[in-house]
């Protein structure tokens, strides 16, 4: 391999509002196995950024579940919340080179705005782009958007390409309250952390073009990506805290792990469920074959993992 080939490394980004289950274990299994069937590296990234979200206890939880479903990570966890100082200095980047302002909107001036200048609700009009807001004013940051298509071929989705300021407008690098942005920290992390390639549910597809854009105006490089279907419950609803998806059983992890690498399109033999986690582990790394994902946004699950109905 040339020396400018960077090793392959993804990473488990888990928000610790809650403890594991079957949806966030389908992020953890596909990172992990394209992961090891590279011989890559894999870590573990705890976004705690916004504490009234967060479950007291949660991340210690999460990692507990990890390690009884045999997950193995690389080095130590990093904790979002100890990144503050790293978030600051990208924000002072990002303002000194003239990529980001201070915006002072309420969320009726934006709506009656964006209603205004005829784009759709919830998109920033760039109202504030020239306002001079002070730094002890209430104030929100946002990159400004580029006027640019920015498109990226995902490894399971195929191409997708949004044209940010038409579709998002300049988007909230960190809050008025104070907390930081998902967007900025997952970008500045994930540099930070040198991930290859991200794998993670398809519901974040559509939050890549302003990670992308970030990265630009900050110069780092773009990783690969990789979305994988999200599991939806009886209803139609994605797996989540929101829709009460239950936790995982830390007993019995060989079911479910087995489950998830059905719903990831692998052809897991039934030989598996009678063995241990280390040789299903084994048998997973030697079998994974990302093409066998399915092109799905998200895809029903019956069974034991969705919510009882
Ligand atoms: N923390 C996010 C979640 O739990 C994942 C973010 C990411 O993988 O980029 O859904």
């Known amino acids: 391999m040339p020396a400018t080939t960077p090793r392959y490394r993804g990473r488990f980004a888990p928000s610790p509002t809650g403890p594991l289950h079957f949806g966030s274990l389908i992020a953890a299994i596909g990172s992990y196995l394209q992961a090891r069937s590279q ?25 507990r579940t990890l390690e009884r479903y045999g997950f193995e990570w690389d080095g130590a966890v990093l904790y979002q919340s100890r990144r503050h100082e790293a978030y600051l200095d990208t924000l002072e980047q990002l303002r000194r080179e003239g990529y980001s302002y201070r915006c002072n909107c309420s969320r009726k001036q934006i709506g009656e705005e964006a209603r205004r200048c005829g784009l759709p609700p919830g998109v920033y009009p760039g109202s504030c782009r020239t306002a001079a807001i002070g730094e002890h004013q209430r104030h929100t940051i946002r990159l400004l958007a580029p006027e640019t298509v920015i498109g990226f071929d995902d490894g399971v989705q195929g191409h997708f390409s949004q044209q940010l300021a038409r579709e998002v407008g300049d988007f909230v690098l960190r809050r008025a309250d104070g907390l930081f942005a998902y967007q900025l920290a997952v970008v500045v992390d994930d540099a930070f952390q040198g991930i290859t390639e991200v794998v993670r549910g398809s519901d974040l597809l559509d939050n890549t073009p302003r990670q992308i854009a970030l990265q630009r105006s900050l110069g780092l490089r773009t990783p690969g990506y990789l979305h994988l279907p999200v599991v939806l419950n009886a209803r139609g609803e994605k797996l989540s805290k929101q829709t009460f998806a239950p936790a995982l059983d830390e007993t019995r992890p060989l079911p479910a792990l087995w489950q998830g690498l059905a719903f990831l399109g692998q052809r897991p033999i039934p030989e598996l469920l009678q063995g241990d986690i280390s040789s299903f582990w084994r048998w997973a790394v030697e079998h994974w074959h990302r093409d066998l994902i399915p092109r799905k946004l998200d895809s029903p699950l019956k069974g034991a993992h969705g919510n009882p109905d």
């Not at 011989?39 to 990692?63: F, H, K, N, S």
Request: aromatic share 4%; glycine share 8%.
């Open 39 to 63: 011989r890559g590296e894999w870590l573990v990234r705890m976004e705690d950024l916004d504490p009234p979200r967060e479950q007291p206890g949660a991340a210690a939880t999460i990692l």
